[in-house]
Every structure is written in structure tokens, then in C-alpha cells.
């Protein structure tokens, strides 16, 4: 049996625009719980800035933590200079699958994607898969997405 084709839905700016702000919305619980962890990083050296490109509030040179970023709806902490640093995917540090490096903020950009679709579930969801783990679908997905440009959604 062969496979259809899955139309592809084409999204005007105007349509992209409410559905991005329709997502910030949906996950303005953890965007608050980013923010303030980033606000509360500015007396010691943290930077803020807003990304057009990644639909976030990116903290950089964030003071705690054991380095690399963590995001919280549209809010990424991250304790280095700029998010266009390269990292292992988390099957790579398994030792799973040898991959090139990704970079930091493409890997993070899917964790925003998935907190717009998912607002107040994703942080239980998340959690309950495994949290930062490789066995985790939504590490997974966003290292694909990362790799490819596609596919931040974790199933």
C-alpha cells in the first residue's frame, strides 16, 4: 500500500504571528518561572536580550548551574557568551550514535517549540519521560531538530 502525501499547511505571517503569540500565552506559567531565575541572574554578570529568532527571553552568561542552557517556556538561562556554541547531542554523549555538533540555541529553540504546544503540561510531561536524559523523546527531538531543522515534536 503506498503512503499519501501529508499536505503541507502553508502559514501566512499574520497566521505564524497568533500562533506564536497564542503559544507565548499558553506557556506564560513557565516563561514566569525563567524569568525570574534570569532577573534574579543579573546583579551577578547575567545579560538579557530578546531572540526573534528563537521566540525567547535569552539569558546569557546566567551564573548557576553546570553549564550549557536550560529553558523554561520562553525564557533560556544560559551560563555561556552565545547560544551559537557547539555541543554534543545527548545520543552522541551516550555514546549511542556519533553525530556533529549541534548548536546550543538550535537544540533549545525545540524546547521553546514544545512549551508554546504544550504550555503548563510540559514541565510534568517532561519529568515524567525522564528528564534530562537520552532516553527522554523530547531530548531526542530537539537534538533532531537541531541536526535538521525539523521535527521538535517528541512523538
Not at 535569552?58 to 548557576?64: C, D, E, R, T, Y
Not at 517549540?113 to 504550555?119: D, E, N, T
Given at each position: 500500500?503506498?503512503?499519501?502525501?501529508?499536505?503541507?499547511?502553508?502559514?501566512?505571517?499574520?497566521?505564524?504571528?497568533?500562533?506564536?503569540?497564542?503559544?507565548?500565552?499558553?506557556?506564560?506559567?513557565?516563561?514566569?518561572?525563567?524569568?525570574?531565575?534570569?532577573?534574579?541572574?543579573?546583579?551577578?554578570?547575567?545579560?538579557?536580550?530578546?531572540?526573534?529568532?528563537?521566540?525567547?527571553?535569552?539569558?546569557?552568561?546566567?551564573?548557576?548551574?553546570?553549564?550549557?542552557?536550560?529553558?523554561?517556556?520562553n525564557a533560556i538561562l544560559h551560563t555561556g557568551d552565545t547560544l551559537d556554541s557547539p555541543c554534543a547531542t545527548y545520543?552522541?554523549?551516550?555514546?549511542?550514535?556519533?553525530?556533529?555538533?549541534?548548536?546550543?540555541?538550535?537544540?533549545?529553540?525545540?524546547?521553546?517549540?514544545?512549551?508554546?504546544?504544550?504550555?503548563?503540561?510540559?514541565?510534568?510531561?517532561?519529568?515524567?519521560?525522564?528528564?534530562?536524559?537520552?532516553?527522554?523523546?523530547?531530548?531526542?527531538?530537539?537534538?533532531?531538530?537541531?541536526?535538521?531543522?525539523?521535527?521538535?515534536?517528541?512523538?
Open positions: 500500500m503506498r503512503r499519501r502525501a501529508v499536505p503541507r499547511v502553508a502559514w501566512s505571517r499574520a497566521d505564524l504571528f497568533v500562533a506564536r503569540l497564542l503559544g507565548a500565552l499558553w506557556a506564560a506559567p513557565n516563561t514566569a518561572i525563567g524569568l525570574l531565575a534570569g532577573l534574579a541572574g543579573l546583579p551577578f554578570g547575567a545579560r538579557m536580550h530578546f531572540s526573534r529568532r528563537d521566540c525567547a527571553l535569552v539569558f546569557h552568561k546566567w551564573p548557576w548551574g553546570p553549564g550549557g542552557a536550560i529553558t523554561f517556556g545520543e552522541h554523549r551516550a555514546g549511542l550514535f556519533e553525530h556533529p555538533p549541534i548548536k546550543l540555541g538550535d537544540h533549545e529553540r525545540a524546547h521553546v517549540f514544545q512549551y508554546m504546544a504544550l504550555g503548563p503540561l510540559f514541565l510534568p510531561l517532561y519529568l515524567l519521560c525522564g528528564g534530562v536524559s537520552v532516553r527522554n523523546p523530547f531530548e531526542r527531538a530537539a537534538d533532531r531538530y537541531a541536526l535538521t531543522g525539523k521535527g521538535w515534536w517528541p512523538w
